[in-house]
């Protein structure tokens, strides 16, 4: 791929190495230390048993990938290595593994790679995930050993680039529950029906449609006297039931049902114009502002004034007061200021914005 060097990301992930174990800590409540184990080729690591297991994927999206082919950093971890909660996360545990997603993309890739795109999923098989994942050619398997007291406990894996990104894993790969799988996917069950309809003996076909004139079939003639003498008898009398004829066998029990049977559905329209996850998909890529805010209050022009280098300006707010997030220049989260390796960041611990009301001036 060209424009991409896999020495430049070895060298980013050993120079990050001790941020990436801090934020794995602060996500899991742990306390591991990282080191860097091998890199080497990743079709090394195809019928690996570390990775016959469960775990969690992060998806890491590279800048340098084409659109037609997206590319991008893929980081398993087993599930010996984390708290069970990481299948079902809660509130306040979900925004977790999302800050991790996003950590990971700005240490493990170089400024120029980032894409600012990442996602996570928990996989019922981690080798299924890499080999949907469609690993590239110069693809490297990085292994990150983890210790826990002095002890190793397992490795966190890093492939890179991949060129298939979360969305385009096939679902045999993802670990969705049964309750939240797509309405469109053929359920197990159904398909597995469908196969064994097909192996039974074919429908008997109505006569009409074969070349040959069939026997049991009423003559038109016949039929056209039949209707005539119908409409010839008074509307009181129940005309009678048509007798077989002598000459002509009673109509088969296939030419009846087919008869009898309704017309078949018509099939519904499909709609011309977009889908609404489509539609969804177009506003997800939509650039908003973003700006937080330390602290405001008024002053006179007299003050303004006399604001000059060396000058200090006091708010009335606590350093452990949380920082406001606009969006849009409207109030839509609060959190904590954080550094992420050379650069500023927000931990949101708050999204939303409640509007107390104070208590009333009298009490009844």
Known sequence: ???????????????????????????????????????????????DERLQKPGLSLHLSILTGTASRPVEMLALIPDTLMPAWYLTPDDSQG???GTLGMEWAMLLLPEDYQDGNFSNAASPNLMLTLQACDPLDECVWMTLDVLRQGSNVGQIHLFCPVASSFEEVPAAAQSAPAANADPDLIDPAEL????????????????????????????????????ASASSKPAAAKPAAPQPSASKPAASPQVAAAAAAPPAPKEPEKPT????????????????????????????????????????????????????????????????????????????????????????????
Request: with cysteine; charged share 25%.
């Open 192 to 227: 597995e029906a469908m196969m064994s309809g097909a192996a039974s003996p074919p429908r008997a076909q109505s006569p009409v449609s074969k070349p040959a004139v069939d026997s049991d079939m009423l003559d038109p003639a016949e039929i056209e006297a039949m209707m």
């Open 273 to 364: 114009g977009p889908t609404p996850r489509e539609r969804l998909h177009r506003l997800m890529k939509l650039e908003v502002p973003v700006s937080v805010r330390l602290a405001e209050k008024r002053i006179t022009m007299g003050q303004l004034i006399n604001i000059g280098p060396g000058g200090l300006i006091t708010f009335p707010k606590s350093c452990d007061d949380l920082l406001d997030l606009y969006v849009n220049n409207r109030l839509y989260a609060k959190g904590e200021a954080v550094k992420i390796g050379e650069k500023f960041g927000i931990k949101i611990n708050e999204v939303g914005v409640e509007n107390l009301r104070a208590s009333g001036v009298f009490s009844l």
């Open 95 to 97: 925004p977790r593994l």
């Open 1 to 47: 791929m060209a424009g991409f060097s896999t020495d430049v990301i070895l060298s980013t992930v050993s120079d990050a190495l001790a941020m990436v174990t801090d934020c794995f800590n602060r996500c899991f409540d742990d306390a591991v230390d990282l080191e860097f184990g091998q890199a080497q080729d990743w079709t090394k690591a195809v019928g």
